[in-house]
């Protein structure tokens, strides 16, 4: 039964504690620490910057929280530009030795020369078979004789390589023609002049060539081998008969790859020869 209103209220007693209770709702209980909020005990619950936040020791801060709340999730690593440089120059590199070598094969395999040439003149003419032998089609005249009826008559023709005929080794047949024998008035002095000729080409050669003299070719016939040129291999031969002196030279180098190379003396020296055989023959 309710208590009439307007009674006068008890004072209120002090709570006795139980036997076998435990504490009153809201008095601390012995052994349970400070009550939250209590100044000296520890941070409340979710106060900035003290304490762990709630979840534990092991807790992670989700991503994209706001700094300050634990470990930022890891970033992925910057890309190193060493290794583009590294690409570029070893490209670079490439494409250089590429295009050294690139240059030098074109230069190896190309064939070398010009075109078919002048008419050669008569004095000049070769044959067929010699032009195979000495890979030598196409004609230039360097020296044509002048027409006088005296004086000596010199004729300088040179016989080089057709492109796309005559390969790609460098080849070259010179012929000096010189003739005496209108010469002078005297016949004499002519042959005189002719063995003059001869002599200062063949047996007096320049510092360093190498002389060997030959027969069955006229009536003096040398070999000569020059000591100095840019030509890998070059070989002489001064032949005279009568009045009439030729200085005929055959000269080139095989290619190679890296460096070019000699071609062998003995092919050189059959087709001077041959070529002194065609000319006496005229």
């Known amino acids: 039964m309710n208590a009439p209103q307007n009674w006068p209220q008890q004072p209120q007693q002090p709570h006795q504690t139980q036997p076998g209770y435990g504490p009153p709702a809201g008095a601390p209980a012995p052994g349970y620490g400070q009550p939250q909020g209590a100044p000296g005990y520890g ?93 030598t089609s196409s004609f230039r005249l360097v020296v044509k004789p002048h027409d006088g009826k005296s004086g000596l008559k010199h004729s300088h023709c040179m016989w080089e390589q057709a492109k796309g005929k005559d390969g790609k080794n460098p080849r070259t047949l010179s012929i000096h023609v010189y003739d005496y024998r209108v010469h002078l008035k005297d016949p004499k002095k002519n042959l005189e002049s002719a063995e003059s000729e001869y002599a200062s080409l063949a047996q007096f050669p320049l510092e360093g060539d190498q002389a060997k003299p030959t027969d069955g ?45 000699e071609f062998p003396v003995d092919q050189a020296e059959a087709v001077v020869r041959k070529a002194a055989e065609e000319m006496l023959a005229k």
Do not use: W
């Open 43 to 135: 941070q409340p619950q979710g106060a900035p910057g003290y304490g762990q936040p709630q979840g534990g020791p092991n807790y992670s801060q989700p991503q994209g929280a706001p700094g300050g709340y634990g470990p930022q999730p890891p970033q992925p690593p910057k890309k190193k530009r060493t290794g583009l440089i590294v690409g570029v120059i070893v490209a670079v590199v490439v494409l250089v030795i590429g295009g050294v070598f690139g240059s030098m094969y074109l230069e190896y395999t190309e064939d070398v020369g010009g075109g078919p040439g002048e008419q050669p003149t008569d004095v000049c003419a070769i044959s067929d078979d010699l032009k195979q032998q000495a890979k």
């Open 217 to 261: 070719l006229g009536d003096q016939a040398t070999f000569i081998k020059p000591g100095i040129g840019t030509d890998k291999t070059h070989i002489g031969l001064v032949v005279r008969k009568g009045e009439i002196v030729y200085l005929i030279d055959y000269f080139g180098r095989d290619k190679g790859f890296f460096s070019d190379s």
